[in-house]
């Protein structure tokens, strides 16, 4: 089955199961490209899958040295639901520090609701404490990371999806010098 057959999403079973069987399937992309695959609806031996955004999304895999500007999420508004993960790469020895410019993700700021975006070393997000975050403004904090990988997931969950979008500014950490002159030196 190709992907790109499944742009509207995919739901099994096409016709109510009428016994016990297992079913495999195999989903073709197109060479060079990653896809995320996401459940939307699991309930009485029936699910609902694809429709994951990936389209939506824009590049998943990005480099840092690319996003000079600032990185905007979305191009264009979201049509739909979603969750987006993105990986970002920088040049190798490199950590950074990530901050949000713009941010209009849910309604809620503290807990989130079925809206936010998660920062992370670990691409599993697995991180304790992890940087989770929703609202309407930008967070104060920022991000920091310990390599030149981290990992950037949007989740839509809620019906707000064409409001949802943020920017953010990425920056090396790699260069911070502290100098110390010596007492003896006059400073003109």
């Known amino acids: ?4 057959d499944l742009a509207g999403g995919w739901k099994v079973p096409q016709k109510a199961f009428t016994k016990k069987l297992t079913c495999t399937y195999t989903l073709t992309g197109d060479a060079g490209k990653t896809y995320e695959f996401a459940f939307t609806d699991l309930k009485n031996n029936r699910f609902l899958g694809g429709g994951s955004g990936t389209d939506e999304c824009g590049t998943t895999d990005l480099k840092i040295s690319d ?3 600032g990185w905007k999420v979305p191009q264009k508004a979201f049509t739909k639901k979603l969750t987006c993960t993105y990986t970002l790469t920088g040049d190798a020895g490199k950590t950074y520090e990530f901050a949000f410019i713009d941010f209009k993700v849910g309604t809620e700021a503290n807990p989130c609701g079925q809206d936010y975006v998660e920062v992370s070393n670990k691409a599993d997000f697995s991180e304790n404490p992890g940087y989770k975050k ?9 991000f920091s990371s310990t390599s030149n990988v981290f990992y950037v ?15 953010a500014e990425i920056k090396s950490e790699c260069c911070f010098f502290i100098v110390h002159l010596p007492d003896f030196l006059p400073l003109h």
């Open 1 to 4: 089955m190709k992907i790109s």
């Open 67 to 69: 996003l000079a500007g």
């Open 134 to 142: 929703c609202g309407q403004s930008p967070p104060a904090d920022k």
């Open 153 to 167: 997931k949007l989740v839509v969950g809620s019906n707000d999806f064409a409001k949802t979008r943020f920017a």
